[in-house]
């Protein structure tokens, strides 16, 4: 368990409030790619919306675009317009700015609880998560594919606050050998969280950019970025939030891919809690090269 990554992690989160619906980031850590992973500022944009809501009006659904790519070097500026408060449902729009441009763009809605009608599709099939090795001890064994163990030590870096399981081989496990477009993985933060739930769903935000498109490179047998055999990047991201949740608790994270085309890749996951309840499903597009 690594509290202090969790902990830096969590201050990442916590904007800093500049002006009425406008916040501020950190700076943030660049350590696998030169650019803001785009998790963070996902959920950067969730937590500015929501400091606009009362607390009794969790998210229940986000919509986003990454527009350019972040510079981690600069604070991003969070601006949140308040679009509607209805008597049951609330709308915000938050825009992420750096150097005078837009680079990211959320819509999320919140709603009062209500009682209502109630079914799920079943939860898939997946072993135990402590049954699985953890990062620590999986990503060395493929440090030839990856580039060394300099490349593994990064990875381990930019995960550290998570606990992230993989239940089959990841991409870069099977270059070269086109696999079933799915994976699965287990996740938890390294460490408690508290009882806000808003701050569950921002940290669900940030750890379900990590891994979606992985199975679109399963498809083609492709180890992406981590290997230099296809190029990519988030486009837009979108999550629907059904049932409360822990972070700080087992998630299941089921992932596909039902089609890529001209040069994108789409992905669907469903995030479920260890007893089986659907709590989150995802759609993302991505760019998807193979480098020329």
């Not at 368990?1 to 916040?23: G, R, V, W």
């Not at 891994?211 to 486009?235: F, K, N, Q």
Request: charged residues 20%.
């Amino acid at each position: 368990m690594n509290d202090t990554a969790l902990c830096s992690l969590l201050e990442l989160l916590d904007l800093e409030q500049i002006e009425e619906n406008i916040f501020r980031g950190a700076t943030s850590p660049a350590i696998l790619v030169p650019r803001v992973f785009g998790g963070q500022v996902a959920a950067q944009a969730l937590v500015a919306a929501g400091r606009t809501v009362p607390a009794d009006r969790p998210a229940h659904s986000l919509h986003s675009y990454f527009l350019r790519p972040g510079d981690p070097a600069v604070p991003i500026i969070y601006t949140v317009d308040r679009i509607r408060d209805g008597r049951s449902f609330t709308t915000r729009r938050v825009v992420a700015v750096q150097h005078g441009q837009p680079i990211f763009h959320l819509s999320a809605s919140f709603q009062e609880h209500e009682e209502g009608l109630e079914h799920q599709e079943p939860m898939p099939a997946a072993p135990d998560p402590l049954t699985l090795p953890a990062p620590a001890d999986m990503l060395p064994h493929y440090a030839d594919r990856l580039g060394g163990p300099e490349v593994v030590e990064r990875i381990l870096q930019a995960r550290e606050a998570v606990d992230l399981r993989y239940v089959d081989e990841p991409p870069f496990a099977s270059v070269g050998e086109p696999r079933e477009p799915k994976s699965q993985v287990w996740f938890r933060t390294n460490g408690k969280l508290a009882d806000d739930p808003l701050l569950h769903l921002c940290l669900a935000t940030y750890v379900s950019d990590m891994t979606l498109l992985d199975s679109v490179l399963l498809a083609h047998g492709r180890g992406g970025w981590a290997v230099g055999d296809v190029v990519g990047a988030s486009l837009d991201h979108a999550m629907w939030f059904h049932r409360p949740f822990r972070a700080d608790e087992w998630l299941l994270y089921d992932q596909e891919s039902p089609t890529a085309s001209g040069g994108r890749g789409l992905a669907r996951g469903r995030i479920f809690t260890q007893d089986g309840q659907l709590a989150v499903s995802v759609i993302q597009e991505g760019v998807v090269r193979v480098p020329r």
